[in-house]
Antibody, heavy 120, light 109 residues
Framework: QVQLRESGPGLVKPSETLSLTCTVS??????????WSWIRQPPGKGLEWIGS???????NYNPSLKSRVTISADTSKNQFSLKLNSVTAADTAMYYC????????????WGQGTLVPVSS | SYVLTQPPSVSVAPGQTATITCGGN??????VHWFQQKPGQAPMIVIY???DRPSGIPERFSGSNSGNTATLTISRVEAGDEADYYC????????????FGGGTKLTVL
């Protein structure tokens, strides 16, 4: 059974960089045809795809966030990470990591999410 | 970029049928997935590839997709179905990315 777990600081200051890590168990970030993804949800609002990293290491980002986002993977730890720089209060959200097993497929496994407030 | 449009809210009495729509340009040519999200929980897939149902999802949940509208239908609605529902597609028209609808709050009266 694949499990994902997000971790990272509970609070980020405006203009700083938000950094989160997703630890994967029961599956490998470096094998298969999987896309490992980040999705966020501001309080009381809908879901927004942030970006994904393919098992080969190639990445795709939401055009609205592309200039501020970097997703990378650490295969030795079976983790993938999100960095979002120059954050503002609008980046306050629940951040989820999730898996897609191939192009066009749904997000089939999700982490429980981690709330990241952006505040001074 | 591709846009998916959902009604903000749908209300239905227990035992009745709830219909949640997801509009998009020629969405019938794409494969649509539906997620259910209850308060404090991560989203969970209830319908994938337009009309397939994961194991453990009741047969009361069904999906269809044609033209410019995809539809999630919940028959014999129960109180436990009250949740937010999101449609989602994969779009590669300009770049490779995933799109969510704005979500629909299903209220069971």
């Amino acid at each position: 059974q694949v499990q994902l777990r997000e971790s990272g600081p509970g609070l980020v200051k405006p203009s700083e960089t938000l950094s989160l890590t997703c630890t994967v168990s029961g599956g490998s970030v470096s094998r298969g045809s999987y896309y490992w993804s980040w999705i966020r949800q501001p309080p009381g609002k809908g879901l927004e795809w942030i970006g994904s990293i393919y098992y080969t290491g190639s990445t795709n980002y939401n055009p609205s966030l592309k200039s501020r986002v970097t997703i990378s993977a650490d295969t030795s730890k079976n983790q993938f990470s999100l960095k979002l720089n120059s954050v503002t209060a609008a980046d306050t959200a629940m951040y989820y990591c999730a898996r897609v097993d191939k192009v066009g497929a749904p997000f089939d496994y999700w982490g429980q999410g981690t709330l990241v407030p952006v505040s001074s | 970029s591709y846009v998916l449009t959902q009604p903000p809210s749908v209300s239905v009495a227990p035992g009745q049928t709830a219909t949640i729509t997801c509009g998009g340009n020629q969405i019938g040519s794409r494969r649509v997935h539906w997620f259910q999200q209850k308060p404090g929980q991560a989203p969970m897939i209830v319908i994938y590839y337009d009309s397939d149902r994961p194991s453990g999802i009741p047969e009361r949940f069904s999906g269809s997709n044609s033209g410019n509208t995809a539809t999630l239908t919940i028959s014999r609605v129960e109180a436990g179905d009250e949740a937010d529902y999101y449609c989602q597609v994969w779009d590669n028209s300009s770049d490779l990315y995933w799109v969510f609808g704005g979500g629909t709050k299903l209220t069971v009266l």
